[in-house]
């Protein structure tokens, strides 16, 4: 059955540096999410992205965060100076055309030391 | 904007047990509903969805939610738990049409205990 992948499962990095986040959604999917999870809190949006551009942000995804599908398979999330709140578990997640479920990857745990 | 709250943050249960996990939600538009299970170090799985028809929605894992638009609820239920059910479930709404960001609850941490 086909899934969504992330990489790496886990990111250690220190405050300021960047870091990309990397996922590989269903091959047949057209939209694509990042949400992340702080720890002990709710699922939040961040993103969406539909035809090569993002079609929703939240309020988090502020100048510091940025998307990308490099190429026919990939789907990035940057995010240029990672500060100590940045810390969470960062899921990707995709869908195909129409009405229908979104599929999660495993996730991202990004912690910022 | 639409709202979801999970009334309850932990239910412990016994194993083969009744469970209830209730959700309700809040939006000026249609929604589609959704219901996922987190297991320990997991991502989310979809455990069942209203989009339309029958109000009664029957998912994986023996789970069931019934949409009550009057009451604005998506309880989600399960007539017997195991000890596999141990997890983090979130409601979580659509506003049908658009892009759809998915809007989640809190969460339910369901502990089943022998």
């Known amino acids: 059955e086909p899934e969504v992948t992330q990489t790496p499962s886990h990111q250690v990095t220190q405050m300021g540096q960047e870091v990309i986040l990397r996922c590989v959604p269903i091959s047949n999917h057209l939209y694509f999410y990042w949400y992340r999870q702080i720890l002990g809190q709710k699922v939040e949006f961040l993103v969406s992205?539909?035809?090569?551009?993002?079609?929703?942000k939240s309020e988090i995804f502020d100048d510091q965060f940025s998307v990308e599908r490099p190429d026919g398979s990939n789907f990035t999330l940057k995010i240029r100076s990672t500060k100590l709140e940045d810390s969470a578990m960062y899921f990707c997640a995709s869908r195909e055309q129409g009405v229908g479920e979104q599929y999660f990857g495993p996730g991202t745990r990004l912690t910022v030391t | 904007a639409q709202s979801v709250t999970q009334l309850d943050s932990q239910v412990p249960v016994f194993e083969e047990a009744p469970v209830e996990l209730r959700c309700n939600y809040s939006s000026s538009v249609s929604v589609y509903l959704f219901w996922y299970v987190q297991y320990p170090n997991q991502g989310l799985q979809l455990l069942l969805k209203y989009l339309s028809g029958s109000t009664l929605v029957k998912g994986i894992n023996g789970f069931e939610a019934e949409f009550n638009k009057s009451q604005t609820s998506f309880h989600l239920r399960k007539p017997s738990v195991h000890i596999s059910d141990t997890a983090e479930y979130f409601c979580?709404?659509?506003?049908?049409?658009?892009?759809?960001?998915?809007?989640f609850g809190a969460g339910t941490r369901l502990a089943v205990h022998p």
């Open positions: 992205f539909y035809n090569n551009e993002i079609s929703e």
């Open positions: 979580a709404v659509i506003r049908s049409g658009g892009y759809n960001k998915l809007i």
